[in-house]
């Protein structure tokens, strides 16, 4: 059996981060393009909301749905110590946009969440956002998603998320993220 077209990958390292594109033709925001990205918070506060990525929407017609692989970690200060609990969901934010119209994105419930924790410890909980779009409606527009850590009891703080977003863009010129 002879493969006779093979995915183009391309690794880009950003800082604090990586981000990987596959398929089209390798570009960022190309058409029929999977980009997928990861990235670490650590020092969260309990219960705080902070920015993972940041989305960005051109002003042309777009659809694009992200992918989003959570990990919520305690830091230490809890029942037993740091990682005495960590919770593991899936979210899915689905974008749309039409020229000169505001853009749209609708972040689903989390499922398959797994909350793993040692005996003794205090359950960590994952939830995600995104926030409000930014940007006139004639122009480019952003919007970030957000996650938290929270805590079920306890004194744990400096708490930690691992992400992993996979933004699937069905436009050349389309939708990006950082």
Known sequence: ??????AKTFFYYL????KVVIGGNGQDAGAQTQV???KLITGMADATFVDLFTVTVPNSAQAATIEITLMGSLGAGGAVGAF???NGA????TVARTAGVATVAVAAALTSSAVASVAGANNAAVAYQVS???????ATQTFTIQAKVTKSLGASANHQVLA???LLNS?????TIA
């Open 84 to 86: 005495e609990s960590s």
């Open 164 to 166: 992993i977003a996979g």
């Open 171 to 175: 436009q050349g010129s389309g939708v």
């Open 1 to 6: 059996m002879a493969i006779k077209e093979r």
């Open 36 to 38: 997928n990205i990861s």
């Open 132 to 138: 409000a779009i930014t940007g006139a409606n004639g």
């Open 90 to 93: 899936f979210g899915l934010v």
């Open 15 to 18: 800082g604090g981060f990586k």
